[in-house]
C-alpha cells in the first residue's frame, strides 16, 4: 500500500539527514496525502503558522506526489515551484524509489504524460474557472498556501474596465464616441465628488449606476468590444434601477482613482466564492495545505466560503516549548478609536524601542493605519536615525522595520526573525476601506454575522502568519490593542496565538537571552 511505502522511505530519508530541520508531523502528513491519493478522497491539512512560514512540511507531500504511480498536479507560487525544483525534489530523489517525470507550465503538458505538473495559482485557476480542458479532469492535486486561496480566486474573478477600454469602446461606435466621450466625462466628474481615502477607491454609488445604465441602453449590442460585453453581463443594476435592496448574490463594484492623472478605472468581483468553486473540487481530488486557516481542525467558516464540502480535515498542533512567545498585553491603553490612543501608542512603542536598544536582533513595528505609521517613523527616525526604515527589507543587523500587514506578510521570509514585534492594533478589516464595508454589506443582507464570519477570521489569520517569524526565537510580541482584554472576542485572539508565556510587566531584562518568562 502507497502509504506504507512513502512511510517507509520517508522514513529513512529523514533518518539519512544530519542537521535536517526536524518536524515531529512528516510522516503523519506524507501518509495522509498518500491515501488521499490512493482513495481519490479530497483532504484539508492545517500545518500551524510556524510549519507554514518555514515550510518544511513540504518534504511530506513532494514524497507522497513523487512515489505515487499516477499523475499529480501541484498548484503552488513561483517561488514555492523553484524551491521544489532545486532543493526539496533533488533532495528526495537521490533516495526514493521513484523516477516520475516532472513538468513546470500553465497547461497539462499532453495526454500520454503521466508524471508531476508544478504550475501556478493563476494558471491553474484560470483553467478551473473557465473549465477548458487545460487541465484534465480527475489527476489529483495538491494546492500549497491556501490561506491565500481566497485572494487567488477573486483575483481571477476581477473584471476590470481600464481608461484605454473608452477608447475601445469609441472606436467600436464612431457614430456615438462624441456620446460616449461625453459619458466618461460625466463619470470622471462624479467619481471625483467621492471624498479622498488611504484606499484610493469607492463602492459605485447611485449616480454612477444611472449613468453606466443609460450609456449600455443607448449602444448597439452587437458591436460591443469583449471587456464591455464581460461588464455589463455581470452589471446587476440594468434590469431593476429602483431598487436599492439588491439581491445577496450581487458582486462588488468599485471603481479606483488616480486623481493626479484624472483617471479612473471600474472594477467588479463575486463576494460569494462557494458556489463558484464547489464544481471545481468535484472535478478532481485535491489537498488543500494552509498554515493556519482556523482554531477548528474543521475549518468550517473557510470551507463554506471557498464550497469544501466532503473533505478529511486534519490539524498539527504546535510545538508548546519550542513554538511560544512571550506576549505582552497592556491593560490600560485607550481603545484605538479615541484621541487619547496615538500618544498613549507613540509612548508605549518608544518605550519598547528603548528597552530592547542593547538587544541583538531586528524590531518590527506593525501599523495598518498608513497617516499613523507615517508618523511614527518619523518619530523613532528622529531619535534612531537610519536604524529605522519604513518598508523597506534593507536592513541594519538590530534595525527598526516599521511596516503595514501586507508589506510584512510579502517580506518576512527574506527578513531576519523579529527579537520584539510591536503590533499597533489588531488587523481587523477597516470599515473605512469601501471593499470591506461592500462585502460586510452583504453579510447584513443576508442577516448573518458579519464580525464572526468575516472581519474576526480575517483577523486571527494575518495575527497567527505575522507572528509566525517571532516564534522561531521565542521572541516578544507586543499587542498595545487593549480591545484583546476589554472585548468578549479577545478570549478568542488570545487562544488563536498560544502557546505563549504572558508578560505583565516591562524591564531591560525581558530582552536578555538568559531571562526566564512569567507566564499568566
Not at 449600455?216 to 468590444?225: C, S
Not at 485572539?493 to 531571562?515: E, Q, V
Request: aromatic letters at 10%; charged letters at 20%.
Amino acid at each position: 500500500m502507497i502509504e506504507a511505502e512513502v512511510h517507509l522511505s520517508l522514513h529513512n530519508f529523514l533518518r539519512s539527514q544530519a542537521g535536517f530541520p526536524s518536524w515531529p508531523h512528516h510522516l503523519t502528513m506524507a501518509r495522509l496525502v498518500a491515501r488521499a491519493l490512493r482513495l481519490g478522497r479530497s483532504a484539508l491539512i492545517q500545518v500551524g503558522a510556524v510549519c507554514g512560514h518555514q515550510g518544511r512540511y513540504r518534504t511530506s507531500f513532494i514524497a507522497s506526489a513523487l512515489m505515487w504511480h499516477g499523475s499529480v498536479i501541484i498548484v503552488a507560487s513561483e517561488t514555492v515551484q523553484q524551491r521544489l525544483l532545486k532543493v526539496e525534489i533533488p533532495r528526495l530523489q537521490q533516495w526514493l524509489p521513484a523516477n516520475k517525470p516532472i513538468r513546470t507550465g500553465d497547461a497539462w503538458p499532453s495526454p500520454d504524460f503521466h508524471g508531476l505538473l508544478l504550475t501556478s495559482p493563476e494558471a491553474w485557476l484560470k483553467g478551473q474557472l473557465a473549465d477548458n480542458g487545460q487541465f484534465p479532469a480527475d489527476i489529483p492535486t495538491i494546492i500549497d498556501g491556501v490561506d491565500d486561496l481566497e485572494d487567488w480566486v477573486r483575483s481571477q474573478l476581477t473584471q476590470t474596465i481600464q481608461p484605454h477600454d473608452w477608447d475601445q469602446l469609441m472606436l467600436a461606435y464612431p457614430y456615438q464616441a462624441e456620446m460616449i466621450r461625453e459619458v466618461r466625462v460625466e463619470l470622471t466628474y462624479t467619481l471625483f465628488q467621492h471624498p479622498e481615502n488611504p484606499y484610493h477607491c469607492y463602492l459605485i454609488s447611485q449616480p454612477e449606476i444611472e449613468i453606466l445604465q443609460d450609456l449600455y441602453l443607448a449602444l448597439d449590442k452587437h458591436n460591443l468590444p469583449e471587456v464591455w460585453r464581460n461588464f455589463w453581463q455581470q452589471f446587476p443594476y440594468l434590469e431593476d434601477s429602483a431598487s436599492e435592496s439588491f439581491p445577496s448574490h450581487y458582486p462588488l463594484f468599485w471603481a479606483t482613482i488616480a486623481r493626479r492623472q484624472g483617471l479612473f478605472s471600474l472594477h467588479y468581483a463575486p463576494i460569494e466564492l462557494g458556489k463558484i468553486l464547489a464544481p471545481i473540487w468535484q472535478r478532481q481530488p485535491v489537498v488543500l495545505i494552509g498554515s493556519a486557516l482556523e482554531p477548528e481542525t474543521e475549518a468550517p467558516l473557510f470551507r463554506q466560503r471557498l464550497g469544501l464540502e466532503d473533505v478529511t480535515c486534519l490539524k498539527f498542533a504546535a510545538d508548546s516549548q519550542g513554538e511560544a512567545i512571550q506576549l505582552y498585553v497592556p491593560y490600560k491603553l485607550p481603545l484605538p478609536n479615541t484621541p487619547e490612543f496615538q500618544p498613549a501608542l507613540i509612548h508605549q512603542v518608544r518605550t519598547l524601542v528603548c528597552l530592547s536598544a542593547t538587544a541583538p536582533g531586528m524590531t518590527v513595528i506593525l501599523i495598518g493605519d498608513v497617516p499613523l505609521k507615517a508618523r511614527v517613523g518619523a518619530i523613532l527616525a528622529s531619535e534612531f536615525g537610519s536604524r529605522v526604515q519604513v518598508e523597506k527589507t534593507c536592513l541594519d543587523e538590530n534595525g527598526i522595520l516599521i511596516t503595514g500587514w501586507e508589506f510584512w506578510r510579502e517580506h518576512q521570509s527574506v527578513l531576519p526573525s523579529p527579537r520584539l514585534l510591536i503590533i499597533a492594533t489588531l488587523p481587523l478589516p477597516s470599515l473605512e476601506n469601501p471593499l470591506v464595508a461592500g462585502r460586510v454589506a452583504h453579510y447584513k443582507r443576508s442577516h448573518q454575522d458579519w464580525f464572526r464570519l468575516y472581519l474576526l477570521p480575517t483577523a486571527m489569520n494575518e495575527l497567527q502568519r505575522a507572528i509566525a517569524p517571532v516564534r522561531e526565537n521565542q521572541g516578544i510580541v507586543a499587542l498595545l490593542d487593549s480591545r484583546v482584554v476589554n472585548r468578549s472576542y479577545g478570549a478568542q485572539i488570545l487562544s488563536s496565538l498560544s502557546p505563549l508565556a504572558r508578560l505583565n510587566y516591562l524591564d531591560p531584562s525581558l530582552f536578555s537571552s538568559t531571562h526566564e518568562d512569567d507566564s499568566g
